[in-house]
């Protein structure tokens, strides 16, 4: 599989950017994809992941209520809406994907086999 993250760039404090994550994948039915952000100098950390087959998502708590996660079955695409940001949501923000995810640990980025490239979003104050 295949990933292709895409959108990022720089947005004011408050403001909003969207993010895709396109895969290559034709059949994706069991995956989860999921969104990472790894800031400098910090450690790589969860955002938020979609169960592609139920569409159940989950959120780290410190982007509830400001970003939300979407997919695209038919495109196999998959998208972060990201709103009233905030500086500490600066990173290099990665898109990844596996079909063995034990939801238990669906924040542990070693869960997932397959990523993409990443995309900087830097947030001004």
């Known amino acids: 599989v295949q990933l292709q993250a895409s959108g990022g760039g720089v947005a004011q404090a408050g403001g909003s950017l969207r993010l895709s994550c396109a895969a290559s994948?034709?059949?994706?039915?069991?995956?989860?994809m999921a969104w990472f952000r790894q800031a400098p100098g910090k450690e790589r950390e969860f955002v938020a992941a979609?169960?592609?087959?139920?569409?159940?998502?989950h959120y780290a708590d410190s982007v509830k209520g400001r970003f939300t996660v979407s997919a695209d079955k038919r495109k196999n695409t998959m998208f972060l809406q990201m709103s009233s940001l905030k500086p500490e949501d600066t990173a290099v923000y990665y898109c990844?994907?596996?079909?063995?995810?034990?939801?238990?640990?669906?924040?542990?980025?070693?869960?997932?086999?397959?990523w993409g490239q990443g995309t900087l979003v830097t947030v001004s104050s």
């Open positions: 990844a994907a596996d079909r063995n995810v034990i939801l238990s640990q669906i924040q542990n980025n070693h869960q997932y086999d397959f």
């Open positions: 994948e034709r059949t994706f039915s069991r995956w989860i």
């Open positions: 979609i169960d592609w087959n139920s569409l159940r998502i």
